[in-house]
């Protein structure tokens, strides 16, 4: 099992920005890739962002192209979720997720959520 914890959520107004980090802990050794998803009040949880966990390729939703890059630290098992020029839209709970390294088709591992809030 892997456990994920989000912090770094918080208030901002629009144009600010928040670093989100995501802690992750357990069988970290088998962990393929991580990622973030939102999900703001009514909508469908969304993909945000995600990286592999060895190569560090990454991709995005064209929704926060530009303004927001994940990255990790494999020695802290962390990832990172800078978010700059943040907007009202952006407004969410972040969840982060892992793959699994036998099991790489979809995510397997949650983390609780972290509100982000973005006042115009």
């Known amino acids: 099992q892997v456990q994920l914890v989000e912090s770094g959520g918080g208030l901002v107004q629009a144009g600010g920005s928040l670093r989100l980090s995501c802690a992750a802990s357990?069988?970290?050794?088998?962990?393929?890739?991580m990622g973030w998803f939102s999900q703001a009040p009514g909508k469908e949880r969304e993909f945000v962002a995600a990286?592999?966990?060895?190569?560090?390729?990454?991709n995005y939703a064209d929704s926060v192209k530009g303004r927001f890059t994940i990255s990790r630290d494999n020695a802290e098992n962390t990832v990172y979720l800078q978010m700059n020029s943040l907007e009202p839209e952006d407004t969410a709970v972040y969840y982060c997720?892992?793959?699994?390294?036998?099991?790489?088709?979809?995510?397997?591992?949650w983390g609780q959520g972290t509100q982000v809030t973005v006042s115009s």
């Open positions: 357990g069988r970290t050794f088998s962990i393929y890739a």
């Open positions: 997720a892992a793959k699994r390294t036998d099991y790489p088709q979809q995510y397997s591992y």
């Open positions: 990286i592999s966990w060895r190569g560090g390729v990454t």
